[in-house]
């Protein structure tokens, strides 16, 4: 996978995803308090974040798109690949948020240690059942975690010529919800070096 594909293929549909959820802030404010509100909306949220991280899971571990394969199978790549990424903040913007949306995932148990997950299971199998499960808490999580993956891709797709990066390791077009806490990039614009964490930029 290229920068360009992973641009096109996914980021931009991550983005489209992200600015249906950003439109729910109209009805309900993002914050732990309204965690629990449940609604259609968050339902289909729920259903359409889910479906495209369980499509991208199968990108980033190298599976083809038709595989079948379980949310166990990502778990063995993925904990191997970035085991930090169980440690790994995403902070909500504008809020005094920071979600920690992969905090706890192991492979014995890959679905059942991920809340937002099993959640997206109940409602895609027994919607009217599980309908409390649509809730804000289980789709904001559930995102951060499809935000968190493919910006780990950008670091892993930036073309590296002699040792050094030769493209963005950052989508151009950056999330309106979510910055990563304790992340640096690497990056050329204009030909001037960049060095970025969080949202504070240094030019080199």
Known sequence: MTRDELTKNYWQYYLMLESKFINTKNFVEICADNFPTFSNEYALLLQGVGAELDHFFKAYCGFNATDRKSISDYALFILNDFPSIINQKVKVIGTDLELIPFQGWNASQAAQSLSWWQAFDNIKHNRLGNFVDAKQENVLNMLAALYLVEMKQFGKVAKI???????????????????LM?????FIRHNVWVKMQGNALTLH
């Open 182 to 186: 304790n992340w640096k990039y690497q």
């Open 161 to 179: 010529v002699n040792g050094k990066i030769v493209e963005p390791d950052a989508p151009e077009h950056a999330s309106s919800l979510f910055m």
